[in-house]
């Protein structure tokens, strides 16, 4: 006896057709219904419940996209690093050395007084002035000090200015007032802010493999220009 792979059910006791109600718009030439408005489909035509067979809409396949290989960071040139290490260390120290006693006037470390104008020349920021600095009690005197602020219309030789120094060893005169004594320190610093970002960006610290690496040259490009900082407020005390 034939068995049906599917059902394993005899051949001849399977049905060959199966009753399927379909509209008048999808009749075929030719076909009729039964009594019951029923029309006998072939078996290979139905599911098993009877209802038709239907094309399942083909489903387009997604390609995965193919993601681009990280790559590593470069590793840093020694050569330009130091080059800009030194170059950005030389600017932070400049901008910290003219910076240092403009900070401490501004904390109150200062000794009032006035300076005699000995000579000037030059204008604008290329002006150099030099003086006679007195303390106000005079309790000390300094010759021949550099005189910072000067007016333009007061750089006559004998022109006599309010002024003030950090000490008795200072080696300059600040004849600035209101918001340009403020402006000289500010200025300053965020110059040497912006060396000490320099230096850890263009110095590849941030770009080496190694973590711990990678933090030690960071943090001493970080301290450096805070340390040069720290020397020249000791040195302008």
């Known amino acids: 006896m034939e068995v049906e792979p599917t059902t394993g059910a005899p051949v001849d006791a399977l049905p060959r057709r199966v009753p399927v109600r379909q509209p008048r718009a999808h009749r075929r030439d030719g076909e009729k219904p039964d009594d019951d408005g029923f029309f006998w489909a072939p078996i290979e035509q139905v599911h098993w419940d009877g209802t038709p067979l239907r094309k399942e809409p083909k489903q387009r396949l997604r390609t995965p996209r193919r993601r681009r290989p990280t790559r590593a960071p470069a590793a840093p040139d020694p050569i330009r690093g130091l080059a800009v290490l030194l170059a950005l260390s030389l600017v932070a120290a400049f901008f910290a050395w003219v910076s240092a006693g403009p900070l401490w006037l501004a904390v109150g470390h200062s000794t009032a007084g006035t300076v ?20 106000a009690d005079e309790r000390f005197r300094t010759h021949g000090v550099r005189v910072s602020g000067v007016p333009a219309e007061r750089t006559a030789a004998g022109s006599t200015l309010p002024a003030r120094v950090t000490g008795p060893d200072a080696d300059t005169a600040y004849a600035d007032s209101g918001v340009g004594r403020h402006l000289r320190w500010l200025l300053g610093l965020l110059a040497v802010a912006g060396c000490t970002a320099g230096i850890v960006r263009w110095t590849g610290a941030t770009r080496l493999a190694d973590p711990r690496q990678r933090r030690w040259a960071t943090g001493g490009g970080y301290a450096g220009p805070v340390l040069i900082t720290l020397g020249f407020l000791v040195a302008a005390w």
């Open 116 to 135: 005699v104008v000995t000579d000037c020349s030059g204008g604008g920021l290329t002006q150099r002035c030099r003086g006679i600095f007195t303390a």
